[in-house]
């Protein structure tokens, strides 16, 4: 006999805002107890030093996390020149100090177009990449570096949004740089490697994500706000908490959509390919479509196949 799971069957997407210093995953469990959810999973992790958008799924959405995970995604960040380490961001151990008091603002803007459209990027051994079943971080806190393959991102914009030079700090020049890049971006080797031009060196000092996939910063709410919320929980239910959620289908939004006559629903709930009345024009054969039934209701997501037809791909599970 299957074991029950413990809490409530709280389907939908939360949008938190991760504060620094927290791993991913105890954010995700922190959401997961004050929502008393059965089931939750993030959509791709955040640094501890990151802050921002973290979409966090409960329940049947999380059946549609990797359309967040390959999401698009947008990020302020501070740059810090001359100084090198070991991780590339500021939690790691200072390698090198160099004299960077030479760059200035248009020094930054005149290397930042290099970065645009596709580039190549190693991942940092502080990465939460697997090499044989183990995270590279766990690895290189070990001293141990291993060979890693190049991968091709995009850099859909980047831009300069401030400058500090080091008189301006009263120590080393820092850049504030916005970054709009496809999934699998290390913002940390674009520091490097920006520093690498310059030829001083550089690192992350601070970074905060302001959008993942149709998500932004602006929907995300903050682990304080919740664990206020949930205080309430015992007078006041789970209203509050449960009103912060977005739908499960508000992952795949950018698909095009599809109506279900209500027999046809009966059938794609029981794994069968079914007949639609009206396939979108701009879909073809192998196209992923979300699914609605004629009252409105998600289904989930499918395929369309030849002769007007759509298969099940990932279906809402129903009482």
């Known amino acids: 006999m299957a074991k029950k799971r413990r809490g409530r069957p ?15 995953n ?14 939750a999973g993030h959509t ?10 973290l979409p966090v799924c409960f329940g049947e959405a999380t059946k549609f996390s990797q359309f967040l995970l390959d999401s698009d995604k947008a990020y302020r960040s501070t740059f810090l020149f001359g100084v090198i380490t070991a991780s590339g961001d500021a939690d790691g151990d200072v390698l090198e100090q160099r004299d960077a008091t030479a760059v200035r603002e248009a020094c930054v803007l005149a290397l930042l177009p290099k970065f645009l459209g596709e580039i190549e990027q190693i991942p940092s051994m502080f990465s939460a990449l697997k ?44 850049a504030d740089v916005y970054i709009h890049c496809s999934k699998g971006t290390y913002v940390r080797s674009i520091a490097e490697d920006l520093g690498l031009e310059l030829g001083c060196g550089a690192h992350v000092k601070k970074l905060h994500r302001v959008q993942a996939g149709p998500f932004a910063e602006a929907q995300a709410v903050s682990i304080a706000k919740l664990e206020a919320l949930a205080e309430k929980v015992e007078v006041e239910g789970y209203d509050a908490l449960d009103a912060l959620l977005e739908p499960a289908d508000a992952a795949v939004m950018h698909l095009s959509e599809v109506t279900l006559a209500e027999s046809a ?22 196209d992923i479509v979300r699914m609605y039934s004629e009252s409105r209701d998600f289904i989930g997501i499918g395929e369309v196949l030849d002769g007007g037809q759509v298969g099940p791909k990932r279906l809402i599970a129903t009482n």
């Not at 997407?13 to 210093?21: F, S």
């Not at 105890?26 to 089931?39: E, P, T």
């Not at 791709?44 to 958008?53: E, F, Q, R, Y």
């Open 131 to 174: 090499h044989q079943g183990q995270p590279l971080y766990k690895l290189a806190r070990q001293g141990l570096e291993v060979e890693r393959k190049v991968r091709q991102v995009t850099i859909f914009d980047i831009r300069l949004d401030a400058f500090r030079s080091a008189e301006e700090t009263g120590g080393q020049p820092e």
């Open 265 to 286: 629903v009966f059938y794609m709930l029981r794994g069968h390919a079914v007949s639609v009345a009206v396939i979108p024009a701009n879909c073809e054969p192998g």
């Open 44 to 53: 791709g992790s955040l640094d501890p030093l990151a802050t921002g958008v």
């Open 10 to 24: 709280v389907d939908g997407v939360l949008i938190v805002d991760k504060p620094t210093g927290q791993s991913s």
């Open 26 to 39: 105890r954010s995700l469990q922190i959401a997961k107890r004050l929502f008393f959810a059965q089931k």
